[in-house]
């Protein structure tokens, strides 16, 4: 594992504290390397919070360029960046924040020439991708090569995160065998919203990194906003799944 320089014990001294933290663990954040993609509402939340816990890369994976419309939820977009590339102002701030993390900055959404390359580049992913479509290549590509995946989505109010370990849990395939048939790419969103769920699935990369605590395997953690409603779901895994069924 990598050594941490007086300058990073000063910055990471308070969360070393932890139990089940101290310095191994934070040595063991340093060395990790995790996908995000996307670097939006949740995803963007998510970069942010590792990069300030010290994971040592990040890959970002998001096309496109910044329009007005991002500015309510993606707090790694500026309105000095308007009409410029998504991923490299997100690269831009994380840098800025924690100039010891490496930002890989890609500037594509996982699709199926590139979703193998990706996660292979990872040890954990963070799935945040609105399309089903992305969030399917990615689980099927951290089941191939047996990576840990995060799995965080919101609409509206609501949010929900659980944690993919595969070949020992549920895989997405196994809760959402398909796209549903009215999911659209844009959907009623609040910025707080989308953070609070890009937090709560930092935490969970963060637990697998560093081994302390439980993470949301083979449960789905679901919640209400509007009323402020938690509640944690089991997920079974189906023998029959197309994806994981066989491993």
């Known amino acids: 594992m990598p050594s941490l320089s007086d300058e990073e014990r000063a910055v990471y001294e308070w969360q070393m504290c932890v139990p089940g933290v101290g310095v191994e663990g934070q ?9 995000v993609s996307r670097a939006g509402g949740v995803g963007g939340l998510v970069a942010y919070e590792l990069a300030a816990a010290g994971v040592g890369r990040l890959v970002l994976a998001h096309a496109g360029v910044v329009k007005p419309g ?12 308007l009409g410029t590339s998504r991923v490299e102002c997100a690269a831009r701030r994380l840098r800025e924040l924690n100039p010891h993390v490496e930002i890989v900055a890609v500037p ?4 199926p020439s590139n979703a193998a390359r990706l996660v292979a580049m990872s040890d954990v992913v963070a799935c945040c991708a609105p399309l089903f479509e992305e969030r399917f290549l990615m689980n099927e590509q951290c089941v191939r090569q047996n990576k840990p995946m995060v799995d965080a989505a919101m609409y509206e109010l609501t949010g929900h995160v659980t944690t993919i370990l595969p070949r020992r849990t549920a895989c997405l395939a196994c809760r959402v065998p398909e796209r549903p048939p009215d999911w659209k790419r844009e959907f ?17 990369v963060i637990k697998l990194i560093t081994g302390m605590g439980e993470p949301l ?19 079974v895994r189906r023998p029959d799944c197309p994806v994981c069924g066989g491993e």
């Open 27 to 35: 040595r063991k954040l340093k060395g990790a390397s995790v996908l």
């Open 70 to 81: 991002d500015l309510n939820r993606q707090i790694l977009m500026t309105h000095a960046a």
């Open 108 to 111: 594509e959404n996982v699709n």
């Open 188 to 204: 009623p969103v609040f910025g707080a919203v989308a953070g609070a769920v890009g937090c709560l699935a930092a935490v969970e």
């Open 217 to 235: 395997a083979d449960r789905l953690l679901t919640f209400d906003l509007r009323d402020v409603r938690f509640r944690t779901v089991k997920i």
